[in-house]
């Protein structure tokens, strides 16, 4: 378990008699709501997790380790799906591997260090059926303060900010495999886009 006490994290195994918020689940969303409350400094936050400490897997912050990752029930709850009838015939009984985090940082921690904010059609779908402020126009300022966005053409783009909390930016390297995927994606007739501006 962890115990989020002030702005900077702390990692403890003794905690105080009574908190004024605790938060159940230290993935993504866990974290930036304790570290959202922490930034108070008279509130007392405690963020339990079930899985340890991203601190203590180095595999953890290098993205060709996360095969190591997947399936290791110390940190991922290894969930599965029910057997899929029109899909998933290379993965074995046609039963797919569905990933999720147990550790600090949850799913973030396993997934490649990729930065996606969803789908925008998905927003504005939980819009339409009811869950008023969640349309993508309503969300993209809180992904816009909360990024810091470090590709240069994207410094003053409306879709992306700078001087957030959660650091962004491309591979620091790139191989012939990549290039060479991304350009059969455009000979068959795909755009090259930014997956995170909204569009469709």
């Known amino acids: 378990m962890f ?8 990692i403890t195994n003794q905690f105080l008699a009574s908190y004024d918020y605790i938060i159940i689940g230290g993935g993504s969303s866990g974290c930036v709501v304790a570290n959202r409350l922490s930034e108070d400094p008279n ?11 991203h601190e203590t897997r180095r595999d953890v ?4 380790q996360v095969v190591n990752l997947h399936n290791d029930t110390r940190i991922d709850w290894s969930y ?6 029109k899909s998933r015939f ?14 600090l940082g949850g799913s973030s921690s396993i997934n490649f260090m990729v930065y996606i904010r969803g789908c925008k059609g998905d927003f504005d779908t939980w819009q339409k059926l009811g869950a008023e402020g969640w349309d993508f126009d309503s969300v993209l300022p809180y992904f816009i303060k909360s990024e810091n966005n470090l590709k240069p053409e994207f ?3 409306p879709f ?10 491309d591979p620091s390297f790139t191989t012939p495999v990549i290039d060479s995927f ?9 755009s090259e886009c930014d997956v995170n501006s909204g569009v469709k």
Do not use: F, M
Not at 61 to 64: G, R
Not at 183 to 189: C, D, R
């Open 3 to 10: 115990s989020h006490l002030t702005k900077r994290s702390a």
């Open 43 to 53: 509130v007392s936050v405690l963020l339990l997790e079930a899985g340890p400490s």
């Open 61 to 64: 912050k290098v993205p060709a």
């Open 80 to 85: 599965k799906s029910v057997k899929q009838e």
């Open 90 to 103: 290379a993965c074995n009984g046609n039963i797919a591997p569905i990933p999720r985090g147990k550790i």
């Open 155 to 157: 410094q003053k783009d």
């Open 160 to 169: 992306h900010g700078v001087g957030g909390p959660i650091t962004v930016s």
């Open 182 to 190: 991304v350009k059969a994606g455009i000979e068959l007739g795909y």
